[in-house]
């Protein structure tokens, strides 16, 4: 114990201890923080008033210093007026001196030394027109554009000299170039041809000082980029010859004979390509300009020379439809073989926009709507509208599409190849909306004359207007799915969704924003013309269902209770009130198959297998009672007679015919088969008391064990339950 209590003691003094030195520590730290807030406090005074001193001083100096600073203002800006005045006489100096080093290079006749001096006052002229000095800026234009002048006449003497001895303009295709032989002239004119041309370029203007007062490209066509200037003057000679042959009163200047100076730029092209290879475009590389091409940019400017007589020749062109159509053609198939078979670049313009200006292009879609009425008009009046020109070559004509479809849709294809290479997508646009006119116009034709041939809807003539639709169906489809009219169609979605076509696209749209489209720009016309394909074929399956169903009176009416079983036969026949109803259904599906197209007869007799299934169950098999004899007779004129009329079409024709296939499969089960599933039905759909020791078996697995798959288990109970022999089974059983 006493231990213990010591040991207690001991913690109690030492908790005490540290009791008393917390107490005397504590305060002391709290005495300190405080001091040093003091002293932070003294310091910010201390900073306070020493700002309040600095700001004083320096308002102090700026009121001492304020006159001297104004007066500094007033000659740096004098200083600075000073030095605008001196650097715009150096620049004038500068203009002075270059138009005197030009001056001088041009009397001792060194062209070289002047091109280059006027390269550099050319460098500077770009500078300056940036100056908000105008006066500056006008007096350098006018200097450069003045010895432009001069330089170029000179230039431009020469370089037509020296291409003349090289041989230019070729104006023959049996004249060759000059050879590349040893000849010092030869040689020498080479040389200089180079030299100038080189200069030629250097002295080309750009856009900002030229304002392209000097391109030899169609005004009408802004887009297009000036040519160079040797290259204009290498078309020079030709320009001369053009108008002098095309213009004026002369033979060869003939409105009704476009293709005569379309055929002479072709051939100025072809004949000039060589030269332009093999001379001029490795002048071009050498000279900096790899990625300009001779060829195109010599094609640019005779086109420039065909979109100008063009342009001047429209004006009388309007009046004539007949001069106005056959120009439209020439200019297209020219545009087309210039492409194609000259190498053209697509992207390049061509003379198609003098075609699409306001005036003309009206004219060309009244021009256009007149024509293909007109041949609308010749072609359904034709008394072989209704006819395959390929007659009875069903191997070439698979469709038996008749002229008048034909033709009409040779007349579209034709037009959507008019229209598809014009530059403007709202160009494009008009025209497809005059292209869905016209065939919904063909559309309500072929109504009426279906309708005016309602009274024979076998005849030869509404069957041909049957198969005219689904060609016209066909061919919609197909060009549905090209890139042109999936291009067409975005713009046409654009154009309503912003009510303005989309100018920065034009006509190539990304694939990916085509994959992405809804629908396409002939499926309010397909579906109209879908519908009326729809009622033609009900048409045509319904008279047939008919005639057959008349036919079916006898078949239907016969005794099948007494009919003899096969045991009282040597070969079982076909029932002969069957026989006028086969024999006109082969008939009409032998006509049928003949007159419509492979697709369409399909259709029909698909159709009509149907029709036939659904009326020999309801209206044969379910109204009538069948003994042994009768049930076998049913499915000998089924599987052995109605079946195969129809194999001719398809390898497995019973297929079609499920309903009357599984019935008679029913009816002629063996007894036993037949009353047990009948039991197992009955018990099934009627809630029969089963043993609940027994297991409960699906009556659709019982059919499919059968081999019906298609009855219900109601329909497959009630054509059981026509069976005749269920009293003898009964009586053998008890």
Request: glycine residues 4%.
């Amino acid at each position: 114990v006493g231990s213990i209590l010591r040991k207690v003691e001991e913690e109690k003094k030492g908790l005490e201890d540290q009791l008393s030195t917390v107490s005397s520590e504590v305060p002391k730290k709290i005495e300190g923080a405080v001091q040093d807030a003091r002293d932070s406090v003294h310091h910010i005074k201390d900073i306070a008033t020493e700002q309040a001193q600095v700001n004083s001083d320096i308002t102090t100096h700026i009121n001492q210093t304020q006159p001297v600073t104004k007066d500094l203002t007033e000659l740096t800006g004098q200083v600075e007026e000073v030095e605008r005045y001196v650097q715009y006489l150096r620049w004038l100096t500068f203009l002075e001196e270059m138009s005197n080093d030009i001056q001088q290079c041009v009397l001792v006749n060194s062209l070289g030394g002047a091109v280059n001096s006027f390269v550099e006052m050319l460098d500077v002229c770009e500078v300056l027109q940036e100056s908000r000095c105008t006066s500056l800026v006008q007096f350098s234009s006018s200097t450069v554009l003045f010895w432009h002048r001069i330089l170029k006449d000179k230039l431009s003497s020469e370089f037509e000299e020296v291409v003349r001895l090289l041989g230019w303009p070729l104006l023959g295709v049996s004249q060759s170039l000059p050879t590349r032989g040893p000849h010092p002239t030869l040689l020498e004119s080479q040389f200089r041809l180079e030299t100038l041309f080189e200069q030629l370029l250097k002295i080309q203007l750009p856009d900002t000082i030229s304002g392209r007062r000097h391109q030899s490209v169609p005004s009408s066509d802004q887009g297009s980029q000036p040519l160079l200037l040797p290259l204009q003057l290498l078309i020079k000679p030709l320009r001369k010859r053009f108008k002098y042959h095309f213009s004026g009163a002369k033979q060869t200047n003939a409105l009704d004979k476009p293709e005569w100076y379309l055929t002479q730029i072709l051939g100025w092209i072809r004949d000039h390509a060589g030269f332009l290879d093999q001379n001029i475009q490795p002048l071009l590389n050498r000279a900096g300009y790899p990625h300009v091409e001779a060829k195109v940019e010599f094609t640019q400017g005779l086109l420039a020379l065909v979109a100008d007589k063009l342009a001047h020749d429209m004006d009388a062109l309007l009046y004539d439809e007949q001069l106005f159509s056959h120009t439209i053609d020439e200019v297209l198939l020219f545009d087309r073989e210039l492409r194609d078979s000259y190498s053209y670049p697509a992207s390049q313009p061509g003379v198609l926009h003098v075609l699409t200006s306001h005036d003309s292009f009206q004219r060309w879609i009244t021009v256009e709507r007149k024509f293909a009425v007109e041949k609308m008009d010749l072609l359904f009046s034709s008394e072989t509208a209704w006819t395959s020109q390929y007659g009875d070559m069903e191997d070439v004509d698979d469709l038996k599409t008749g002229e008048c479809a034909e033709g009409f849709m040779a007349l579209m294809l034709a037009l959507t190849d008019r229209y598809k290479p014009l530059p403007s997508p709202a160009n494009k646009l008009t025209f497809l909306d005059l292209q869905l006119e016209l065939l919904d116009d063909f559309r309500i034709r072929l109504t009426q004359v279906m309708k005016s041939q309602a009274q024979d809807p076998l005849g030869a003539t509404y069957l041909s207007i049957l198969n005219a639709v689904h060609y016209v169906i066909s061919v919609l489809r197909e060009w549905s799915e090209t890139v042109f009219f999936l291009q067409l169609q975005y713009l046409r979605a654009e154009q309503y969704r912003t009510s303005t076509v989309p100018r920065d696209c034009g006509t190539v749209v990304p694939e990916d924003r085509l994959s992405s489209l809804d629908g396409a720009v002939f499926d309010e016309l397909i579906t109209l013309l879908e519908l009326l394909r729809s009622d033609m074929l009900s048409v045509v399956c319904e008279l047939v269902f008919r005639e057959v169903k008349a036919r079916c009176k006898d078949y239907r009416e016969q005794s099948w209770l007494s009919l003899p079983s096969d045991k009282e036969y040597i070969s079982r026949a076909l029932s002969p009130a069957a026989c006028p109803l086969l024999l006109l259904l082969k008939d009409r599906l032998h006509a049928l198959s003949t007159q419509l197209s492979a697709p369409l007869f399909t259709r029909v007799w698909q159709r009509l297998a149907d029709m036939l299934n659904t009326y020999i169950l309801q209206e044969i098999i379910l109204t009538n009672h069948f003994n042994e004899g009768g049930a076998a007779q049913l499915q000998f004129d089924m599987a052995r007679n109605l079946f195969p009329l129809f194999g001719e079409y398809t390898p497995r024709p019973d297929n079609y015919f499920k309903d009357v296939k599984e019935a008679c499969l029913l009816l002629n089960l063996k007894l036993g088969s037949a009353m047990l599933l009948t039991e197992m039905l009955k018990k099934s759909l009627h809630g029969s008391k089963i043993d609940p020791n027994t297991e409960k078996e699906s009556p659709e697995k019982a059919l499919m064990d059968m081999g019906v798959f298609k009855l219900s288990p109601h329909e497959a109970e009630q054509v059981l339950n026509l069976r005749a022999n269920w009293t003898a089974g009964k009586q053998g059983r008890s």
